[in-house]
């Protein structure tokens, strides 16, 4: 059954000039891009994205690291999309992501990890309205 979800393109990737080669993956595994925007987060807006993360130790790092630059987010669809992403980001770690995942192909750390996948499709629901609003998915 055909689903919709958000990933993000964090700042290492987007600055490392490999936003392109991502979302090349991505539509190569299958998923249809229905949204597109490139913007710089600000730290409130950081902190409201990432509040289900609030009382974690990497929290405030976190927040830095995604207002340090540009970003690319994106509303992806295809069938059984969250899990698929999931499966095509890799590990977070690096280091642990199978080969020819995406962030065994451009993360260089746990923490700068090249992308954001949502993880449930209720999750994903409320990460495609934070940044989309119905009118900008094409397709939809």
């Given amino acids: 059954m055909s689903e919709q979800t958000l990933t993000i ?3 290492d990737a987007v600055a ?3 936003a392109g080669k991502i979302l090349a993956h991505l539509e190569g595994e299958g998923f249809r891009i229905l949204g597109l925007k490139r ?3 600000s730290r409130d807006q950081a902190r409201a ?3 289900v993360h609030r009382e974690r130790p990497f929290y405030d790092s976190l927040v830095e690291f995604m207002t340090s630059g540009p970003v690319m ?3 992806l669809e295809r069938d059984d999309a969250v899990a698929g992403l999931r499966r095509v980001m890799g590990a977070t770690n690096p280091e ?3 080969e020819g995942t995406i962030r065994a192909l451009y993360a260089s750390s746990i923490e700068k990890n090249s992308i954001h996948g949502s993880l449930s499709p209720e999750n994903a629901a409320l990460e495609l309205a934070f940044f ?3 009118a900008e998915l094409i397709g939809a």
Wanted: proline fraction near 5%; charged fraction near 25%; avoid cysteine.
């Fill in 49 to 51: 994205f990432y509040e």
């Fill in 73 to 75: 987010a994106a509303a």
């Fill in 39 to 41: 913007l710089h987060l």
């Fill in 9 to 11: 393109i964090k700042p």
């Fill in 16 to 18: 490392a000039g490999n």
């Fill in 132 to 134: 989309f609003s119905r």
């Fill in 96 to 98: 642990e992501a199978d």
